[in-house]
Structure formats: C-alpha cells, structure tokens
Nanobody, 123 residues
Framework: QVQLVESGGGLVQAGGSLRLSCAAS????????MAWFRQAPGKEREFVAA????????SYADSVKGRFTVSRDNAKNTVYLEMNSLKPEDTAVYYC????????????????WGQGTQVTVSS
C-alpha cells in the first residue's frame, strides 16, 4: 500500500507557472511508475503526464506536451509536475497516482491515488 499527498495547487493567471508536488509514503517509491491526472467539473478524468521507474520513460498528453514537465526525486519519495504557460483549460483538480505495472504509462491501470490539489487558471 502507498499513500500519496499532492500539494502546490492554487490560483494563477494565464501564462503563469506552478509546480505540483506529490509526496509518497513507504520505502519502495522507486519501484513505482508515477503519473498525474486531472479532472475538471463535469468532465472525465484525463491523463496528463507520467514518469517510469527510471528517467528514461516519460509520457505526456498532447494537450500539455512542451508546457509541462514531470520529474521525480526518489531520495525524497516525491514526484513533481512543472506547469508552464498555463491556460484556463488547464483548470482542474490534479491527482497523483502510482503503479507497479509495466504497461504503457498513459493507459495502464494505476493502483494508488492521492486526494488531489486544485489548480485554477484565470484568463
């Protein structure tokens, strides 16, 4: 079992930046692929970005590619999502997730989820 806690959300103007953090409990953080999802009111949950157990493997949704960067610090049991050039369409609750599987990062089933952090981008 893994517990995940997101932080770093807030209100930002369009064109601005935010960095989200996800702190994971446990001593096996490096064995999990980590991902970020988001969900806006009235919309389905959407994959945003993910990073594998090594830095060789990352995946991004087309809507955020070139603007968002996912990274991890295994020594701190933390994964990050650096969000630049934010748009109002990025407004959502952002969730951190973990998976021990080996499937494609964007389509695999994630096993553990955080409670989410709100990101609001004003126009």
């Amino acid at each position: 079992q893994v517990q995940l806690v997101e932080s770093g959300g807030g209100l930002v103007q369009a064109g601005g930046s935010l960095r989200l953090s996800c702190a994971a409990s446990g001593r096996t953080f490096s064995s999990y692929a980590m991902a970020w999802f988001r969900q806006a009111p009235g919309k389905e949950r959407e994959f945003v970005a993910a990073i594998g157990r090594t830095r060789w493997y990352t995946s991004y949704a087309d809507s955020v590619k070139g603007r968002f960067t996912v990274s991890r610090d295994n020594a701190k049991n933390t994964v990050y999502l650096e969000m630049n050039s934010l748009k109002p369409e990025d407004t959502a609750v952002y969730y951190c997730a973990a998976s021990g599987g080996t499937q494609d990062l964007a389509t695999r089933k994630y096993d553990y989820w955080g409670q989410g952090t709100q990101v609001t981008v004003s126009s």
